[in-house]
């Protein structure tokens, strides 16, 4: 019965489907179970509460059916970080608006995007780079374009998030003022971005960083159109239960609205993370035990790739019948390849007697989960279907929220 469901790819289940359900017809591959819901709640949630616009940050997710989610949700300007992201946006979205935000770009791609896709919006952090983007934009007889929204990337503190961002790009201080005086005379809009690192534990992050763009605007003494303050907004792992968000975006109004900027400013932000965590998790089969190792068929060269190479903890649960009685135990996983490194530490808390045969889901993989999948050693082989039962956490669903902003204060 699931082989015919395999065959058709992305299966549209009646409402009511659940993760228990699909477990019922005893999958064979993993199955990334789909919650439309839950992105189109956190996009509404970041177009109703964030106080300026939101970019979803492709990377995170590039699915094209999550992409016409927040699409439908709202969600019209999407951070893209290499050509093959305009190209997959542009076709999935044709009106949707695109801000190349990766800050070292092949000349070749800034044309094609200028000139084919449209795109306006770049991010720089040298010299080099901003003659680069003059240079691919510039007419066939030379004249630069008039019409460029650039934004200058910042190099500012990792400190309070999980996944450094910090090393790789951000301009170097000694060269900001000038780079961005330099910037200013070939933009029509100028703007300063920068990214705190991925799930940022505390809202000091930004405002911590807010603190670098004030002393960079008043060094260069530059007009800035656009203060984008990127991603880093959390999601909710075990051991990792971030304050409310609500909590983040009133740190990130006031410095904003402190900065000496024109009232006119605008103020941006690109979660990735945060609109598609909670759109994805992986229901597993758990093929042998040994002691408290599960042999699951699922792992780092598939949607488990954190899990193996950085340590990150996602919550799972057992999907069985009548549940178990039985009080859990920490296990680790191997995934289904037959290298060593496709190992998975956890802890993963599941009942004591989970063994072969059982399914896990694995919860909050819809951002650099699904993302990250490949075909290793012949497992890469994914059945997805829609759900429509809660995600094993949200920072979205009300009751959830209302837990969570009594427990952690500022
Ligand atoms: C430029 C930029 N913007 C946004 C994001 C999304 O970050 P997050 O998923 O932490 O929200 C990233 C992630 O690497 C990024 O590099």
Redesign the pocket.
């Known amino acids: 019965m699931y082989k015919h469901h395999s065959a058709l790819g992305l299966v549209t289940a009646p409402t009511g489907r659940s993760a228990a359900e699909i477990a019922h017809y005893r999958p064979v591959q993993p199955v990334t179970l789909l919650r439309p819901h839950a992105a189109t709640r956190a996009a509404r949630f970041f177009a109703e509460r964030f106080p300026g616009k939101s970019l979803y940050?492709v990377?995170?997710n590039p699915s094209p059916d999550l992409l016409q989610v927040l699409w439908n949700a709202g969600v019209s300007h999407y951070?893209v970080?290499s050509i093959g992201e305009v190209r997959l946006v542009a076709e999935v979205l044709p009106d949707a608006t695109l801000c190349f935000?990766?800050p070292v770009k092949a000349e070749e791609a800034i044309a094609e995007a200028y000139f084919t896709y449209g795109v306006r919006t770049f991010?720089l952090d040298t010299i080099e780079e901003l003659e680069k983007i003059v240079r691919a934009t510039s007419g066939g007889d030379g004249t630069a374009a008039s019409d460029l929204n650039l934004l200058v990337?910042l190099r500012v503190s990792s400190a309070h998030s999980k996944?450094s961002?910090a090393a790789k790009?951000g301009a170097e201080p000694a060269e900001l003022k000038q780079l961005l005086m330099a910037t200013r005379q070939a933009a029509d809009a100028m703007g300063i971005?920068y990214?705190v690192?991925?799930?940022?534990m505390s809202p000091a992050a930004y405002s911590d960083a807010m603190e670098r763009v004030r002393e960079a605007i008043v060094d260069a003494a530059v007009t800035v159109d656009i203060v984008d303050v990127?991603?880093?907004?959390p999601s909710w792992y075990p051991g990792m239960e971030p304050p409310a968000l609500e909590q983040y975006f009133e740190v990130i109004h006031a410095a904003f609205e402190a900065l000496p900027i024109s009232y006119s400013a605008e103020l941006w932000c690109?979660?990735?993370?945060?609109?598609c965590a909670e759109y994805a998790s992986v229901l597993v089969r758990v093929e042998k035990r040994r002691g408290s190792e599960l042999y699951i068929n699922d792992g780092a060269y598939g949607a488990l790739f954190d899990a193996a190479h950085i340590g990150w903890r996602y919550p799972v649960r057992l999907v069985r019948d009548g549940g178990s009685e039985v009080k859990p135990a920490a296990f680790s996983f191997y995934g289904p390849t037959c290298d060593d490194l496709d190992h998975m530490a956890g802890p993963f808390k599941l009942p004591a007697d989970v063994g072969p045969g059982d399914y896990i889901e694995v919860g909050m993989l819809g951002?650099?989960g699904c993302a990250m999948r490949t075909g290793f050693n012949g497992f890469g082989i994914e059945d997805r279907v829609i759900v429509d039962d809660e995600p094993m956490a949200s920072l979205y669903a009300d009751e959830e929220r209302e837990q969570r902003s009594n427990v952690v204060k500022l």
């Open positions: 940050a990377k995170a951070d970080a935000m990766h991010s990337r996944l961002l790009f971005c990214h690192g991925s799930q940022a990127g991603g880093g907004f690109e979660p990735g993370r945060a609109l951002a650099y």
